[in-house]
């Protein structure tokens, strides 16, 4: 299959209601390379469905310039709007828009039926088996999507867009209403496809574990602003600011906030709770300096657990939950400071000290 | 109590149309004083045979004017809709509340300019004087059924279609339109319903059978001696209702699934 690179520069959009105007995207840009699985991450409301919509033709920006292979199908400087028909993506939206009057069959068929090259009947029939009998649906190809489950509904959603061999799919949270179980065995047959197929995707999802799994680069989004933009494995080690690092993970990582504080040759971290004492090799020179504010990260499976005054502080434990293969141990300090510890070990003792390895530790500016 | 409530409303809901049926069936409307009972079917016989009372006329009129007047609504309805609850433009929120704010002034306001109209343009007496206000009067209602019913389509099937190559007006063919179905029959049976039963205008813009409807002509039945021929009056009244019974019954599922589709988040 044919596949496309994907071009975003300076893309805006704004809403106007009667509320007012509405920045939804800010000035986003960024690029996908061919046949490469791009995933939007972000909570709801950050502006990644909005975006994917531009993509498709749905939604008109308010400036900048969207170009798909050689095609710019959107230039708002040169007037320049290419309709969703004639930009050869195809999308799997979250509700699998299947078209409820119309058979398995029919449903797969519809794009064919609008192409500019013509299908006669017997070409479009063709067409539409073979396409099931890659998904593994062909038995259902006179049924209504009434009739469906939700993971044969996807596979027909998904039927639908591959059936015209199209340069790019897009997809807008195609697992959300899919049950826990289901999901997991989804996305890896999703990954799959589109390992076989070789086509670009860019995939929409607020599930950090779906971005984390499938993409070959996630860029996280938050308020209409691409806030980084990497390898999922980079993002998770190196991210690049409080919301990238508390978004992605589960349990997210530990944000302790407080003044960065140096005495003698020990540096703290002091906040209404506790001073959490921070190995110097951990920081950059540049950051020895105090500060008025200060984010600490880490992640739950980066600290470990020790005796009282091993660690960076003492703490005592609130909650230990049992998640089956490890622990969670939840820490809730009197002034509102949450520390929580993942480990493969119950700790012995309500007691215990929180051990920060200096690798782990990330320092951003509050 | 509730089995009581409900006997009583069905008796209340029903009693007239017995009444209606039973008089239709006897020789003489005052058969409970002279004590006469014999049934037989000569009132059914006379509407439908007499030349001189024109029910088939009648009959006739209402049906044409009443089917022309509602696929008309419905047509103009279902574009109106979907570009209503569809697509933004200038008024698409002003637009239907100017229409269902216009559509409150009471007909019998404008029967008098429109019967000049009319007069001025020779249409008196003939279909086209009572499709027209039939039209106007029917869009309103017609036009909020329909959008309630187009609002509650998934946007979703829009970008759908548009993403898989089809224009705008392929997408309301081929997709809307057949998914919206039930309330276009909703909108089209309580129209026909409405324009069927239309008495004011039909009185004022029609003179004889020629265009007269069922309604008018009922009303204007008259015995030999000037007495009022209450055994015939019944049986039109039977026989008109007919139609009307007969597309409920045939489109009653639409209806139920028009009307309940807003009641249950999808």
Same mark, same amino acid.
């Given at each position: 299959?044919?596949?496309?690179?994907?071009?975003?520069?300076?893309?805006?959009?704004?809403?106007?209601?009667?509320?007012? /105007?509405?920045?939804?995207?800010?000035?986003?840009?960024?690029?996908?390379?061919?046949?490469?699985?791009?995933?939007?991450?972000?909570?709801?409301?950050?502006?990644?469905?909005?975006?994917?919509?531009? %993509?498709?033709?749905?939604?008109?920006?308010?400036?900048?310039?969207?170009?798909?292979?050689?095609? !710019?199908?959107?230039?708002?400087?040169?007037?320049?709007?290419?309709?969703?028909?004639?930009?050869?993506?195809?999308?799997?939206?979250?509700?699998?828009?299947?078209?409820?009057?119309?058979?398995?069959?029919?449903?797969?068929?519809? =794009?064919?039926?609008?192409?500019?090259?013509?299908?006669?009947?017997?070409?479009?029939?063709?067409?539409?088996?073979?396409?099931?009998?890659?998904?593994?649906?062909?038995?259902?190809?006179?049924?209504? =999507? /009434?009739?469906?489950?939700?993971?044969?509904?996807?596979?027909?959603?998904?039927?639908?867009? %591959?059936?015209?061999?199209?340069?790019?799919?897009?997809?807008?949270?195609? #697992?959300?209403?899919?049950?826990?179980?289901?999901?997991?065995?989804?996305?890896?047959? #999703?990954?799959?496809?589109?390992?076989?197929?070789?086509?670009?995707?860019?995939?929409?999802?607020?599930?950090?574990?779906?971005?984390?799994?499938?993409?070959?680069?996630?860029?996280?989004?938050?308020?209409?602003?691409?806030?980084?933009?990497? /390898?999922?494995?980079?993002?998770?080690?190196?991210?690049?600011?409080?919301? !990238?690092?508390?978004?992605?993970?589960?349990?997210?990582?530990?944000?302790?906030?407080?003044?960065?504080?140096?005495?003698?040759?020990?540096?703290?971290?002091?906040?209404?709770?506790?001073?959490?004492?921070?190995?110097?090799?951990?920081?950059?020179?540049?950051?020895?300096?105090?500060?008025?504010?200060?984010?600490?990260?880490?992640? =739950?499976?980066?600290?470990?657990?020790?005796? =009282?005054?091993?660690?960076?502080?003492?703490?005592?434990?609130?909650?230990?939950?049992?998640?089956?293969?490890?622990?969670?141990?939840?820490?809730?300090?009197?002034?509102?400071? /949450?520390?929580?510890?993942?480990?493969?070990?119950?700790?012995?003792?309500?007691?215990?000290?929180?051990?920060?390895?200096?690798?782990?530790?990330?320092?951003?500016?509050? | *109590?509730?089995?009581?409530?409900?006997?009583?409303?069905?008796?209340?809901?029903?009693?007239?149309?017995?009444?209606?049926?039973?008089?239709?069936?006897?020789?003489?409307?005052?058969?409970?004083?002279?004590?006469?009972?014999?049934?037989?079917?000569?009132?059914?016989?006379?509407?439908?045979?007499?030349? +001189?009372?024109?029910?088939?006329?009648?009959?006739?009129?209402?049906?044409?004017?009443?089917?022309?007047?509602?696929?008309?609504?419905?047509?103009?309805?279902?574009?109106?809709?979907?570009?209503? +609850?569809?697509? @933004?433009?200038?008024?698409?929120?002003?637009?239907?509340?100017?229409?269902?704010?216009?559509?409150?002034?009471?007909?019998?306001?404008?029967?008098?300019?429109?019967?000049?109209?009319?007069?001025?343009?020779? *249409?008196?007496?003939?279909?086209?004087?009572?499709?027209?206000?039939?039209?106007?009067?029917?869009?309103?209602?017609?036009?909020?059924?329909?959008?309630?019913?187009?609002?509650?389509?998934?946007?979703?099937?829009?970008?759908?279609?548009?993403?898989?190559?089809?224009? @705008?007006?392929?997408?309301?063919?081929?997709?809307?339109?057949?998914?919206?179905?039930?309330?276009?029959?909703?909108?089209?049976?309580?129209?026909?319903?409405?324009?069927?039963?239309?008495?004011?205008?039909?009185? *004022?813009?029609?003179?004889?059978?020629?265009?007269?409807?069922?309604?008018?002509?009922?009303?204007?039945?008259?015995?030999?001696?000037?007495?009022?021929?209450?055994?015939?009056?019944?049986?039109?009244?039977?026989?008109?209702?007919?139609?009307?019974?007969?597309?409920?019954?045939?489109?009653?599922?639409?209806?139920?699934?028009?009307?309940?589709?807003?009641?249950?988040?999808?």
């Amino acid at each position: 299959m044919k596949s496309a690179s994907v071009l975003i520069s300076n893309l805006q959009k704004s809403f106007v209601s009667l509320k007012g /105007k509405t920045e939804v995207l800010k000035s986003i840009s960024f690029s996908v390379r061919p046949g490469e699985f791009f995933v939007l991450l972000g909570p709801s409301g950050c502006g990644k469905s909005t975006l994917l919509n531009c %993509i498709a033709g749905l939604e008109k920006p308010s400036s900048g310039s969207i170009q798909i292979a050689e095609q !710019v199908v959107v230039d708002t400087r040169k007037k320049i709007f290419v309709e969703p028909a004639a930009r050869d993506t195809a999308m799997v939206f979250q509700s699998y828009a299947l078209y409820p009057h119309m058979t398995v069959h029919q449903n797969i068929a519809f =794009p064919l039926t609008n192409m500019k090259r013509k299908y006669t009947k017997t070409e479009i029939c063709e067409k539409v088996k073979n396409t099931a009998r890659f998904l593994q649906i062909e038995h259902l190809l006179e049924r209504k =999507p /009434k009739e469906l489950s939700g993971g044969q509904r996807q596979r027909v959603a998904i039927g639908r867009a %591959i059936v015209r061999q199209p340069k790019l799919f897009l997809m807008d949270e195609p #697992l959300s209403n899919l049950d826990a179980q289901l999901r997991m065995e989804m996305r890896a047959q #999703l990954k799959e496809l589109q390992r076989r197929l070789a086509i670009t995707t860019i995939y929409v999802t607020h599930d950090q574990m779906e971005a984390m799994t499938l993409g070959d680069r996630i860029a996280v989004i938050n308020d209409g602003v691409i806030q980084q933009m990497d /390898k999922p494995a980079e993002v998770y080690a190196h991210p690049a600011n409080p919301f !990238v690092a508390g978004f992605i993970g589960a349990p997210p990582m530990n944000l302790i906030h407080g003044k960065l504080v140096r005495e003698e040759n020990k540096v703290f971290l002091r906040n209404q709770d506790a001073d959490f004492i921070l190995p110097l090799k951990a920081l950059p020179a540049e950051s020895l300096v105090a500060r008025t504010g200060c984010i600490i990260g880490i992640r =739950p499976e980066d600290i470990l657990i020790g005796k =009282p005054g091993e660690g960076a502080v003492d703490v005592s434990v609130s909650v230990v939950e049992n998640v089956g293969s490890e622990f969670l141990i939840h820490i809730f300090m009197e002034r509102g400071t /949450k520390v929580t510890v993942k480990s493969s070990q119950k700790p012995d003792s309500t007691d215990i000290a929180l051990i920060f390895p200096p690798e782990k530790i990330h320092l951003f500016g509050s | *109590m509730v089995r009581t409530g409900i006997c009583i409303l069905v008796l209340f809901t029903l009693l007239p149309v017995v009444w209606m049926l039973w008089i239709s069936l006897v020789p003489q409307p005052d058969f409970l004083f002279t004590g006469e009972t014999a049934y037989s079917l000569d009132n059914y016989k006379n509407i439908l045979t007499s030349k +001189s009372l024109h029910f088939i006329d009648y009959l006739r009129n209402s049906l044409i004017i009443s089917i022309v007047a509602a696929g008309m609504v419905t047509f103009l309805s279902s574009f109106a809709g979907y570009a209503v +609850s569809r697509m @933004r433009f200038p008024g698409n929120i002003a637009m239907p509340l100017a229409i269902l704010a216009l559509s409150m002034f009471p007909p019998i306001s404008i029967v008098g300019y429109l019967y000049r109209v009319f007069a001025s343009m020779g *249409m008196l007496n003939t279909y086209g004087a009572l499709i027209l206000p039939y039209i106007a009067l029917a869009v309103p209602l017609s036009l909020w059924i329909i959008m309630s019913y187009f609002a509650q389509i998934p946007r979703d099937l829009d970008k759908a279609g548009f993403v898989d190559g089809a224009g @705008r007006y392929r997408v309301l063919f081929k997709i809307i339109l057949p998914i919206a179905l039930p309330g276009i029959f909703s909108a089209f049976l309580l129209v026909f319903i409405a324009c069927f039963n239309e008495f004011l205008f039909a009185l *004022m813009f029609t003179v004889d059978f020629r265009a007269q409807t069922v309604p008018v002509g009922i009303a204007l039945f008259e015995g030999l001696h000037g007495e009022i021929p209450w055994g015939n009056i019944m049986a039109a009244s039977a026989v008109a209702s007919i139609p009307l019974i007969a597309l409920t019954l045939l489109f009653q599922k639409y209806v139920i699934h028009g009307l309940m589709t807003g009641s249950v988040r999808g």
